[in-house]
Nanobody
Framework: QVQVVESGGGLVQAGGSLRLSCVASGTAYSISNMGWYRQAPGKQRELVAIITSGGSTNYGESVKGRFTVSRDNGKNTVYLQMNSLKLEDTAVYYC?????????WGQGTQVTVSS
């Protein structure tokens, strides 16, 4: 059973930075895409950033130019560097990993941006 565990969330002031990490474990198969989604209260879950095993990336429009996704394939780990954080970035951030055509999800980590 694939497990996905996020870390690094917390409280940060607007304009600040935060780095999230996520490790996927429990599989002998290669992990294709890894990435991040987020969900704010009363809103639908939205794409933050996805990265393929080859390093290609895709970002949600609201985070382009501020967030950077990266990964360490050897460690089955994906990172999300978040800079210039805004109040509207406050959400639960979920990590996801694609293994054998199935997406596995973490429990989420809270990111709160204060004024």
């Amino acid at each position: 059973q694939v497990q996905v565990v996020e870390s690094g969330g917390g409280l940060v002031q607007a304009g600040g930075s935060l780095r999230l990490s996520c490790v996927a474990s429990g599989t002998a198969y290669s992990i294709s895409n890894m990435g991040w989604y987020r969900q704010a209260p009363g809103k639908q879950r939205e794409l933050v950033a996805i990265i393929t095993s080859g390093g290609s990336t895709n970002y949600g429009e609201s985070v382009k130019g501020r967030f950077t996704v990266s990964r360490d394939n050897g460690k089955n780990t994906v990172y999300l560097q978040m800079n210039s954080l805004k109040l509207e970035d406050t959400a639960v951030y979920y990590c996801t990993a694609l293994v054998l055509f199935r997406y596995y999800w973490g429990q989420g980590t809270q990111v709160t941006v204060s004024s």
